[in-house]
C-alpha cells in the first residue's frame, strides 16, 4: 500500500485477496413472515451449513405465478457459505421451505483474505 495525503492506495488489489476466495457464495431466499425466515436462517447456522444469514424487510415481491400478477410481503434471507456446501444446504431450503417453488439462487463472490477464512471456518 501507498500512503498518499492520509489515503492508502493499493500497489496491488491481490495483496488482500486469496485463493480461498473462489469458494465463497452468497444464496438469497424470500419468505413469507419474518419468523420463518428467522427459523430458517437459526436452521442453517445450527448445522454449520452457513457463516452467516441476514433477513431484511418487509419487502415487496411482485410476480407472476398461475398466469396472474401477484403482490406479496415478504422477508429475505441472504446467506453466506463455503461452496461446498451447496447441495446439503440446497437440500435443508427445499425441504424446510413453505413455498411450492422456493427463490433459492447463488452465485460465488470474491472477498478480503480475512472475510474469506472466516466463511471457510466460522468457529475459528
Known sequence: ???VHNVFFMNNCNEFFSEKNANIVIGQSTLPTQEMASLLVDTLLESGLIACGQIEGPI???YTWNGKINETQEWR??????KENISRLTKVILQNHPYENPEWVYWGVHATKQYSDWVQDPIM
Open 1 to 3: 500500500m501507498v500512503k
Open 60 to 62: 415487496t415481491s411482485k
Open 77 to 82: 434471507v441472504t446467506l453466506k457459505f463455503n
